[in-house]
């Protein structure tokens, strides 16, 4: 192999490496953006929950107040 087949094999072999790198950080972002948007819809889940209860337990407190 003279030494310009050699050199354009190996800019094809960097081209695919820096292809696969660049997959690799975009799925790890994708990642980390899908773990942090789970993260808020559980947290938006448990201050629902808890808007509920609290919801629930001040009109039992006025009903039992009125009573």
Same mark, same amino acid.
Request: hydrophobic share 40%; proline share 0%.
């Given at each position: 192999?003279? %030494? @310009?087949?050699? =050199?354009?094999?190996? !800019? #094809?072999?960097?081209?695919?490496?820096?292809? /696969?790198? +660049?997959? +690799?950080?975009? /799925? %790890?972002?994708?990642? #980390?953006?899908? $773990?942090?948007?789970? @993260?808020? !819809? !559980? =947290?938006?889940?448990?201050?629902? /929950? $808890?808007?509920?209860?609290?919801?629930? /337990?001040?009109?039992?407190? $006025?009903?039992?107040? @009125? #009573?």
């Amino acid at each position: 192999m003279d %030494r @310009d087949k050699f =050199v354009a094999a190996m !800019r #094809e072999e960097m081209q695919q490496i820096h292809a /696969l790198q +660049l997959m +690799l950080k975009n /799925l %790890r972002a994708a990642e #980390e953006h899908g $773990y942090t948007d789970a @993260d808020a !819809r !559980r =947290v938006n889940a448990i201050a629902d /929950l $808890y808007a509920a209860s609290n919801e629930t /337990l001040m009109s039992k407190y $006025y009903k039992a107040k @009125d #009573e």
